[in-house]
């Protein structure tokens, strides 16, 4: 998060005055408000330096941590992160609030920059995307894979992940026939982890309830099938690590239940996750413990 040019840099309560607002009556200032646990923010950052440095010196950018700096978040009365504020003669002219494609940001800036530089291709309107479907904002982020796509239609990391936010949404049909647009290998891992998660939606929609299935296993532990089926109920729901005790449980205890299922399913989950995600790493661990 620390500024790499003369025209991006942190800002404290203490400089806030004399950085944003004294400047702003010779440059405008973009403050850009952020925490560290924000998602969306940290996707949204890189493109907003990318503008400042694009104007070389026409725009300053500014970036306040609300959490260290929480008394300029009151002053200012910010609410949701990621805020935009761009100052001009010492007060604020205009902003927004969440992530934003490039071409709005620019648009935005355009009746207040002197000199705008021309958009740059392309963009991170992918990071945009995927930062707000991890923060559960699904028609946020189709609306900014449509303008990618627009663009490009062979994106094969935008294709899936469209392809994701539709099944999430359910429109699971849809979502094969997206999927089966994506050419080649170059995202074959991403690719399985999608068709995974459909799999578990499919699945889910023909079982009982979470309740009804833990109510089972309330009154008999040996419930295997019902065990079985809370742990695709609880992937369909996005609760990977409940789904993958239940499914450690069922192998540790029932390890040729339905052929083996346990065990295929606990490595479509780590196929789903990707190596990277701590819950892999732990429960391959135990996976392997369990096994020798």
Request: proline share 4%.
């Amino acid at each position: 998060m620390n500024a790499n040019t003369p025209y991006i840099f942190d800002v404290s309560t203490a400089e806030f005055d004399q950085l944003v607002l004294e400047n702003s009556f010779h440059k405008p200032v973009l403050v850009d408000f952020w925490a560290e646990w924000c998602a969306p923010c940290k996707a949204l950052m890189p493109m907003l330096a990318q503008i400042a440095e694009s104007y070389q010196g026409e725009l300053l950018l500014a970036k306040v941590d609300c959490d260290a700096e929480q008394d300029l978040t009151m002053r200012f009365g910010i609410r949701s992160l990621p805020t935009v504020v761009l100052f001009k003669d010492g007060k604020p002219v205009d902003g927004f609030a969440g992530a934003q494609p490039e071409s709005a940001i620019r648009e935005m800036l355009s009746a207040h920059v002197a000199e705008p530089a021309p958009a740059a291709p392309g963009g991170d309107l992918l990071e945009i995307a995927t930062a707000l479907h991890s923060e559960g904002q699904l028609e946020q982020a189709e609306a900014t894979l449509k303008q990618l796509l627009s663009e490009d239609n062979q994106n094969g990391a935008a294709l899936i992940l469209f392809a994701r936010c539709l099944a999430e949404r359910g429109e699971l049909g849809e979502a094969e026939l997206v999927l089966g647009s994506v050419k080649g290998d170059e995202h074959k891992q991403a690719l399985a982890a999608a068709r995974a998660q459909i799999t578990f939606l499919r699945q889910s929609s023909d079982l009982p309830s979470a309740a009804e299935l833990q109510a089972r296993l309330a009154s008999d532990a040996a419930d295997h099938t019902a065990r079985y089926q809370l742990a695709i109920v609880q992937l369909a729901a996005q609760q990977h690590g409940e789904a993958l005790t239940n499914l450690l449980q069922l192998f540790t205890h029932a390890r040729d239940y339905e052929g083996g299922l346990p065990h295929k399913t606990l490595l479509q989950v780590f196929e789903l996750l990707g190596n990277s995600h701590p819950l892999v790493s732990e429960y391959r661990r135990k996976l392997y413990q369990a096994l020798y």
